[in-house]
């Protein structure tokens, strides 16, 4: 099975920590992109018939800042044009302040059945510095008008004078609303973006500061049922996503869309991050690609390892082997010796311990050699 990742590029306006591909002035081409997207989705659809998918992802930018039926009408090319499962988890990202009854009730006839909301934080004053547009309130509200479905939360950690009290309310917020999962991520101020300054400043919390509020909030949402399955997501039992758990296991997807990334076949490519540029290539017949790397020997090995040990349940031996048709232990036993008391290790398994697992990072480059 594999997973099609869809972006959309529009929001109202830009957080100052975001460095993907949004753009809050072109909300204009928002018809001509779709039209451009319904023909790279057919196209893409005819290339990968003799494949199965079961997963569906909207992403973004803001997808909910469009027309519910621009939505809709891309999930039905989507279902015209690939095998997609019955049971398909189908996702959408949504921002508070954006979504009303009735563009759920669009997003749910056509299909969707998990969203994914944008919180952040729960203090209005944190969502205005970050340039959000929505209120803790507004958040709330919108997980009534979804409740009963499946709905994830992001939060973000690593704020200005931020503490682990402060983010235990964020989470609590979430709670409140109704999600069965979370993703938790430590805020990485990319160059070029607002809140760059405030790094270079030294006004965000240090690395090891978030790594402490990370650990503790770790622990409370496992008091809270929340489990983690991989670095940076939570979730109760039976919610965790099954769009990310492909990506972590070196499932295959397509993205479809401006500045979308792709693995099929042993190669990764991704698309142009310009919505003109993007609609050329499309009019014109042009595959989209802005870059295209066939990932070949041991990076394969390399990436194999490097998700899996993201997760908690890690690497699966006989997994390995089946893939690879070599032995973990002989292929990496430089690392493994070397890491032994940052990992649990079984004949079947190799996986990092739960208190290391927030700086894998460190671990997973000793396999690089």
Aim: hydrophobic share 35%; charged share 30%.
């Amino acid at each position: 099975m594999a997973g099609i990742y869809v972006h959309i590029p529009f929001c109202k306006s830009k957080c100052t920590y975001c460095d993907f591909a949004s753009f809050p002035n072109e909300i204009n081409k928002t018809e001509s992109y779709f039209a451009c997207l319904y023909r790279e989705t057919k196209g893409r659809g005819l290339q990968l018939k003799d494949k199965k998918f079961d997963t569906v992802y909207i992403g973004g930018g803001t997808p909910s800042i469009v027309p519910a039926k621009f939505i809709a009408g891309e999930i039905k090319q989507i279902r015209q044009c690939f095998d997609l499962a019955e049971n398909a988890e189908i996702t959408i990202e949504l921002n508070p302040g954006t979504v009303d009854e009735e563009k759920i009730k669009a997003y749910k006839q056509a299909g969707i059945n998990r969203f994914s909301i944008g919180l952040q934080s729960g203090f209005d004053e944190e969502l205005k510095r970050l340039n959000r547009i929505h209120t803790a309130k507004d958040f709330l509200m919108t997980c009534k008008l979804l409740k009963g479905e499946n709905i994830s939360a992001d939060i973000l950690i690593g704020l200005w004078e931020q503490k682990a009290e402060d983010v235990k309310k964020t989470v609590d917020l979430a709670i409140a609303g109704g999600v069965c999962h979370i993703s938790m991520y430590a805020l990485t101020p990319e160059v070029g973006t607002p809140i760059y300054t405030d790094y270079l400043n030294g006004e965000l919390l240090s690395d090891d500061e978030t790594a402490d509020i990370y650990d503790e909030i770790r622990a409370y949402l496992k008091e809270k049922g929340f489990y983690r399955y991989e670095v940076s997501n939570f979730a109760i039992k039976g919610f965790e996503s099954r769009h990310n758990l492909n990506y972590w296991q070196r499932g295959e997807y397509i993205g479809l869309g401006v500045a979308a990334a792709s693995f099929i076949d042993g190669r990764r490519f991704t698309n142009t991050y310009s919505i003109d540029e993007y609609c050329n290539d499309i009019i014109f017949n042009r595959p989209a690609e802005a870059n295209s790397t066939m990932i070949e020997g041991k990076d394969n090995n390399f990436e194999y390892i490097m998700l899996a040990l993201r997760t908690s349940s890690g690497i699966d031996v006989k997994d390995y082997k089946k893939t690879f048709g070599t032995d973990i232990f002989k292929d990496y036993e430089k690392a493994i010796k070397k890491n032994a008391k940052y990992l649990d290790i079984s004949p079947d398994r190799i996986a990092v311990k739960d208190e290391y697992l927030y700086v894998e990072n460190g671990i997973i480059t000793d396999f690089m050699e």
